[in-house]
């Protein structure tokens, strides 16, 4: 074992997801090693434990990936569990920490921020129950790292990433596993195949776009399993730049996809996922899914499918993401729970049990069966639905609609804004919030508004200043927010929705439905005023 003298990095504080930079900041001397011997220095209990290492095979992958294993031998760890080519989606990598019964695990993405010498690398801490690290955890990671002074690291050649089966760096014993098996088994548990399968032998046609991200190779092997044609995979092989392209699958980056599901011809079911796997989006023949809604109309059919057959114990969303899911669980009667964006808050929930099914506005949606939101996850428990009603996914839609009423929904974000004048948009609504209740914005009633902090029922832990929240008369709300996942400057990301009861008019266009709250969005907070953008730079 060597111990190798280093200097501490200011930066390394874990955003939303984790440590996330350019590859150019990671590549500096040390800069990995030392985030990952923070973490190894913060968590307990290495001696004879096991640790999964595995990322979205994105540029400087396997570099890190070989580190981290000559650094986990020296820190005392048994066995490194690896995925093959260096290669795991995060919700493959969740499911591999709870199988293994592993302490923790390093997943390295930069989720669907590009990749290439020049874009974004993550590196991003797991722990036992196969979720993110919460926050306790990676403010000590994050106190650690600014002041570390030496690296523990063994002195051995590169693994093999390539080829199956054990080997030994020091006295730890390094498995390769097929990244994809545990999972395909796992997803074969859940969902009932046979009844995919009928629905694809019977003509159902899918189009599954993996981004050239990490989940070309579950989707190939899964939807094989499901007797699909091999065109229903595009861009099936990871690349370590993505091709080029952003591995996000929103109606921007993900385009061509949309434009051949609302085209003559389309196939009947449409998804994309992102960079690390976790992510998803849903279009179905002429008609694409909101995040929000997906997450409902889950929720509302999840019994269709064996794992979920009993009943759903609750739900929970982040708080900007739609009250769509609300109407169901006061349909279903079970517990709906609101929390701070960020999956790792959904973690308690699930491990007590209170709630099953989870989602958020930013195409996340993902259950208990791991701790991460799951992309392909989603796709599957859709075609799940869809093969037991055996009706489309805009009649899908419709129907929920018709039965719960209707949420129209959108986010409006405003990019690499100046951060001063990002902190001048929310400081001076925040300053007026408790004043708003009573007034009216664009002639909307505001019924009330606050700056939500969330109190984890589970452990007590209270989050603050989560985002604004303004709430109208009839239901709508706006929420403003400061991303915590951007890169440059400041993101302001305004989320609008209004509801619109069963028996209304449920066949607006979003934009237009929205237009009254666009409007009384700008009279509350000035964001043209103070940031001089008239409009936002993305609409999801
Ligand atoms: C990541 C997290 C999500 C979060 C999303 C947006 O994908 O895993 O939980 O919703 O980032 O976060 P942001 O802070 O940029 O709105
Ligand atoms: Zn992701």
Redesign the pocket.
Known sequence: MNQVATRPYADQKPG??GLRKKVRVFQQEHYAANFIQAVFDVVEGKAGAALVIGGDGRFYNREVIQTAIRMAAANGFARVIVGRGGILSTPAASHLIRLRKALGGLVLSA??NPGGPDEDFGIKYNVSNGGPAPEKLTDAIYARTREIDRLLIADAPDVDLDRDGESRVGDMVVEVVDPVADYAELMERLFDFAAIREMIAGGFRIRFDAMHAVTGPYAREIFRRLGAREDSVVNGTPLPDFGGHHPDPNLVHAKALYDEMMGEGAPDFGAASDGDG??NLIIGKGMFVSPSDSLAVLAANAHLAPAYQGGIAGIAR?MPTSQAADRVAEALGIGLYETP???KFFGNLLDAGLVTICG???A?TGSNHVRE?DGVWAVLLWLNVLAKRRVSVAEILRDHWARFGRNYYARHDYEALAVDAANQVMDGLRARLGGLAGTRANGLAVAGADDFEYLDPTDQSLSRNQGLRVRFDDGSRIVF?L????TEGA?L?VYLERYEPAGGDLGMDVGTALQPLIAAAEELAGIARITGRARPDVVT
């Open positions: 939303t997801s989720s669907h976790d992510r982040s964006t960020g999956w958020e506005e930013s996340g939101k927010r991303s915590g996942t951007g993101t990301r």
